[in-house]
């Protein structure tokens, strides 16, 4: 065991707090200057059923979940359904302790609350004998009892986190300065009473575990954020003063902060019956001349195709957000996947013409949905960002300065009143809102309702410029293709700018590694390793996936001897987009997929890479799958 991470895992029920409470020690922990991941594990229930958070935090710069972990602090499940182990699902008052142990590390510290957890279920589990054979340092603790002491029963968590604090030699002052911030009255002082208490009984335990808090400091200050707080962050910051949603797991998360900040700032959210309504209603909003957005995951974003399809057609701005869960249908609801990148592509009618990102971290989510923004509303068309429960609701410290920039409120390619006198009417006197013959970049400018002289209709059916419905051959034609051509020039634009893309390890490396989304983190981290190791590795995390950044793809690809495409899905969807896409490489690609309802660690990767350069030989002994290239 060494002092070099300390990768913290709480453990309870839905319901008792695991959440909230790991927020505020990954919190002390980054002000104490470390830099900090967090990964959430929880099941689709309110109340009960094992969950747990594992914060990774270290002196130097962590990107992804870790390979296991090193300290479980155990509350059991307080809201179990039944705590009898002949119960159809088992005992579930045990298993944040009993279904945690295949993941702690060598010599790791257990804290387990005794006061909820009584010996008989303990000894079930076999665990003083796997503590032996493992060198894991396990301590009891009456957590309940010293909660019920001072005040009540929930406040056990505050009790763990001061024995956690104790055991590894952490100070309290970031603890109790996040506690003022939070509490107050009695309820405060009952917790600073309990925190205390359990720091000092650490004192009187025998303990003979080597693992401290690692030592670190910020040259600047830190912020710790989400996903879901950075899209939501990043869209006030365009100028979103709309949203409107039905709440499903986990875009309800950008949704509710979204709802929680908009009336503070002139702002509207509406949740509605249903995702058909909620685009529909969204896509209302911004042809009345709002920055607008909706969202929702899964089987809801299904249900948004309609009016996906509209805005498409009418050519209205908008912003969606697709959060991924484990599919088909239900599936796992609170388990991440990256099982709907072809759903997101091709979802709608007939051809598209929309724009896809995949940030794979939290600065690229903050900085894509500005830019999703912005050319929704240049190029009048449906952008969408797709990302995952992973990157949702894990937790990362950011730069502040990184938000330091100015807002983006303009409504882009939005014509003047003054602008429309000049612009083309055809006979009627209705503006030509969908002209074919003078526009730029395929972009027709489009008027606000209400605005003199910008008079059209907007319908769902082939229209001819002003929006009268046409089943002209050549109006047709002429239509699609201006639609169409915003993709080229949406990519031209994106290629002179910074690039989306994000790259590590040498450029003259041998072997490449192609990722996207939230998998990216493990991936980056899985490269340093091998080369550490002396292996030649280059990876791309790649963000742009419609129009596809197919230049730098190409570019990457050829430079190597041999690629892996590295993806949470069963069915190695983004490399399948990349063949249909570039037409070539088949040979050259194989796949490392993960379905597991887990996100990558580090290590499967490295294992992935080792067992694909020696020809496949072996199998992966993660619950990983290695897809060949083609033809082998």
Known sequence: ?????????????????????????????????????????????????????????????????????????????????????????????????????????????????????????????????????????????????????????????????????GLLGMELEHIEDLMDDAMSGDVFEANMEILREAHDMVDEMETNHDLRIPEGEHETEQALLSGSNAIAYGAIDAGCRFISGYPMTPWTDVFTILSQNFPDMGGVAEQVEDEIAAAALAVGASHAGAKAMSGSSGGGFALMSEPLGLAEMTETPIVLL??????????????????????????????????????????????????????????????????????????????????????????????????????AHDASGKFERFGYGDNERGVSKRSIPGQKGGRYLATGNEHTPVGHISEDPDNRVLQMDRRLEKLEHIREDLDEGETNQTYVGPDDADYGIVTWGSSQGAVFEAVSRLNDAGHSVKAIGV??????????????????????????????????????????????????????????????????YEVNLDGGAAEPSAQVRIEPAAGD
């Open 1 to 165: 065991m060494t002092n070099d991470e300390l990768i913290w895992r709480i453990a309870g029920g839905s319901g008792d707090g695991i959440d909230s409470t790991s927020q505020n020690f990954a919190t002390a922990l980054m002000r104490s200057g470390l830099d900090v991941f967090t990964h959430r594990h929880y099941p689709s229930r309110i109340r009960g059923g094992h969950t747990y958070v594992e914060i990774r935090a270290a002196g130097h710069e962590v990107q992804s979940r870790g390979d296991g972990y090193n300290f479980l602090l155990a509350l059991g499940d307080s809201f179990a359904r039944n705590p009898q182990e002949e119960a159809y699902y088992g005992n579930e008052e045990l298993k944040p302790l009993s279904e945690n142990l295949d993941d702690l590390r060598e010599g790791g510290i257990i804290v387990y609350d005794e006061g909820l957890l009584d010996a008989e279920d303990v000894a079930e589990i076999d665990l003083e004998e796997r503590a032996e054979e493992n060198g894991w340092h396990v301590y009891p603790v009456d957590l309940r009892g010293l909660a019920k002491e001072h005040g009540r029963e929930v406040m056990r968590n505050t009790a763990g986190v001061g024995i956690t604090a």
């Open 543 to 608: 963000s742009d996936m419609m129009p596809l950044a197919e230049d730098e793809l190409v570019e990457f690809i050829e430079s190597v001897d041999e690629a892996m495409v590295v993806e949470m899905n069963a069915t190695a969807q983004f490399r399948g987009l990349i063949q249909k896409e570039l037409g070539r490489f088949g040979e050259k690609l194989t796949s490392l997929l993960k379905y597991n309802g887990n996100p990558f660690e580090p290590a499967e990767i490295v294992e992935g």
């Open 322 to 423: 697709e959060a991924m869960r484990a599919g088909p249908s239900t599936g796992m609801p609170t388990k991440p996947e990256q099982g709907d990148l072809e759903h997101v592509l091709y979802t709608s009618q007939g051809d598209s013409s929309r724009v896809v990102f995949a940030p794979g971290n939290v600065a690229e989510a903050y900085e894509q949905t500005r830019t999703a923004f912005e050319i929704a509303y240049d190029y009048q068309i449906p952008t969408i960002i797709v990302y995952d429960q992973k990157l949702s609701g894990e937790n990362s410290n950011v730069d502040v300065e990184f938000f330091d920039r100015e807002p983006a409120p303009d409504l882009g390619s939005t014509l003047t009143e003054e602008e429309l006198k000049e612009a």
